[in-house]
């Protein structure tokens, strides 16, 4: 019985991990990917952060959450609906797995293009801009963790029963652009109203970019382990919605 | 075990819209079933919920032994699925849609390659292994889309509408696949608009219409119907009224039909029909504009199957008309 239920879980990786590598090869080089995921953060960030007085450090710090929120939350409004499109989500569907996995392989697809675009911002950064990393392991474990709690985010967007990526990028962007203006991205958490911070510790965003405090700059407002665990918690939270959305989307025909 | 399938009341509502209605039928183990009916009869979405896409909003389903709404995983290793557009992917090549579709079913490490060559040799498609899919032609797809589906060599093979749009000899090869993977044991639910293909391939024929089976017979007792359907075309000059009650008195003639500037005379035998009327336009100095002989069409068949006069609805595919909760339609056909 063990035995059987060990060789399921060990099946339902080795298909998660088919799902990755399978929309890793397909979907990167897409135009919607390109815009929404790679250009988008780097455009966020020259647009609110040039000829601002800041430390290398500290733009460091803001381009990383800018690209482990943007990148890893463009992934799944983009590719599922673009895939119930073509008929070729079905797949996934109807084979032998269970919706967990496909979710946790399409939640992993968009982590690792956050993380790909974050260590490129860090790269640039170092190389380029001469920063310092104060916590490389907290540097590491909040890219990780914000990477597949934004991913998870937009997965909800994603299974929105619908076939046309048209209808969930609009919502899905208003949202992304909503947190980066109330999470202390391009206004520090200590600079605001106290009714203005109260709402920003709703945002999962604003916790990652405290996270990157700490781990570039060496100083946030909150406990880094308090950060971790939000996005811990929220990442698995972000992931109950697109659950009930397939179910109904399986009642809806989609 | 002798039934691949089971379905019992199944019943699909899209919102009010009713598009499967109460229909119960089984398949036999290592049967051709071909599901017939025209466009937005109820097929797509009987297949759907067969396949675990759909949700039912009533209704039972047992597939080789496991009932779907509570065992679905060993149906799903079991089942394989072509659906009506290729669901291929583009940007991979032919041996990495092959490759990916044989880890997310987890066949075997050491026999995805052997299993993967071996199936594009069969359909036609090795030479082409590494060209991405996206330069494949319609027929290419289908083929490469029909060999995704069995790499994990399912008992159970369900295919939507496998040959329309392709070329005669693409459809025909992929007839001969599929009459080949029967032969090795797979059992086939064939859903398909084409007489013609379900009378060459299936052992049995349901057919739905309005969300309801008609009937569900071998396709040669289902013929015995076709065959008084069977129709001889002819356009006149002058044209007139007069000609439909001559022509209907013809020896074999059971209805006339005025369709445009044409006469459609329904009829067992075209061939015993065709000189009678030739001799009608030479006796009454006509000039024969046009003479055909036509088959059974499906909606003749579902007409004369649900006691219609053939005729009273135009020939060709037409669309069905969306019932809604509620309203019971107007077929009288039973299960």
Redesign the interface.
Known sequence: MRGRWLQRLQ?EL??AW??L??DL??QYLRPGMIMFAFLMPFFMFFSFSVRREMAAAQGVARLLALTTMFTASAAGPFIIPLERR???Y????????SLLTLLLGKTSVGALFGIGVSLFSLTVGVVAFGATIAQPWLLAAGVILGSFSFSALGLIFGSIPTRNPGDVQMPSTLLRWALLFISGVFIPLSEMSPAARAVAYLSPLTYAQDLMNHAVVGMGLLSPWLDLLVLLASGILFMVPPVWMH?RG????Y | MDNAIEVENLTKYYGDLLAVDHISFEVRQGEVFGFLGPNGAGKTTTQRMLTTLLEPTEGRIVINGHDLAHDAYPVKQQMGLVPEESNVYTELSAWDNLLFTAQLYRVPRGGRAKQAQQLLETFGLWEKRDVKVENFSKGMRRRLSIAMAIIHRPTLLFLDEPTPGLDVQSARVIRDLIRQLNAEGTTIFLTTHQIEEANQLCDRVAIIHHGRIAAIDTPERLKAAFRKVQSVEVALEPDGQAHGEVLKTLPGVTTSVKMGDKWRLYTEDPSALLPQVMDYARANGLKVISLSTFGPSLEDVFLELTGQQVGTVRHGMQEEKPRRRGIKGQMGGGQ
């Open positions: 099946d080795a298909q088919a799902v590598v399978k090869k397909t073509l008929g070729t079905d797949r996934f569907l109807a084979a032998p797995m179910r399986r009642v809806l025909g």
